[in-house]
């Protein structure tokens, strides 16, 4: 049996909850966030479509925050045209192995991305290389980037439209704030087109 464990645990509740209240008490952060749901607001009504790119706990991040807008969130509606950009494998990968991992998410961008698209490029270190290659891309093509990403923003800090970046340097906490914020946009994207 691990010793301290329930202190263990409780401390890091506790610094999820202690992030979480920083972010609460940040109202330039907050206007960043309502920011962002006006973006995406005026990507889905001009018919564009919003994707989402991130590695490892930020794609399992991208894949879920697509999944509340093009599935559901709260109201039973029609899905909305949102895609994270790492879900078809078999192109994932054949571009990695003829391109380089680093160029997998521009391409697929390349390809189906159009002017008026919005992209949320998460980041915890804003420093993927990948991530920073869409986001050149996406600019490139007309599409706004947004930056989920912890408290520096990396490098994708000046390559984005709008960064939302999380005060914390620890991953972890990071992430949990990434879908706490998603949440929050998904929530009031979905109340604003569908009431």
């Given at each position: 049996?691990?010793?301290?464990?329930?202190?263990?645990?409780?401390?890091?509740i506790e610094?999820?909850?202690?992030?979480?209240?920083l972010i609460l008490n940040d109202s330039e952060l907050i206007g960043r966030v309502e920011k962002a749901v006006n973006i995406c607001l005026e990507a889905l009504?001009?018919?564009g479509k919003i994707w989402f790119a991130g590695n490892g706990?930020?794609?399992?991040?991208?894949?879920?925050?697509?999944?509340?807008l093009s599935g559901r969130f709260y109201l039973d509606r029609r899905p909305l045209p949102v895609e994270a950009l790492h879900v078809n494998t078999s192109f994932l990968t054949a571009v990695a192995n003829d391109y380089g991992y680093d160029q997998v998410y521009a391409r697929m961008l390349?390809?189906?991305?159009?002017?008026?698209?919005?992209?949320?490029?998460?980041?915890?270190?804003?420093?993927s290389s990948n991530i920073l290659k869409a986001a050149e891309m996406a600019h490139?093509?007309?599409?706004k980037v947004i930056a989920l990403t912890g408290k520096s923003g990396g490098?994708?800090?000046?390559?984005?439209?709008?960064l939302l970046n999380v005060p914390s340097t620890d991953t972890p906490r990071i992430q949990e704030c990434h879908i706490m914020i998603g949440h929050v946009i998904c929530e009031l994207i979905e109340k604003e087109l569908f009431g």
């Open positions: 049996m691990m010793t301290n464990t329930p202190d263990r645990i409780r401390g890091r610094e999820s909850v202690a992030v979480k209240q009504r001009g018919e706990g930020s794609a399992a991040d991208a894949q879920h925050l697509a999944a509340e390349q390809a189906g991305g159009r002017s008026g698209d919005v992209l949320f490029a998460i980041s915890t270190s804003g420093n490139s093509l007309g599409i490098q994708l800090a000046q390559r984005s439209d709008l």
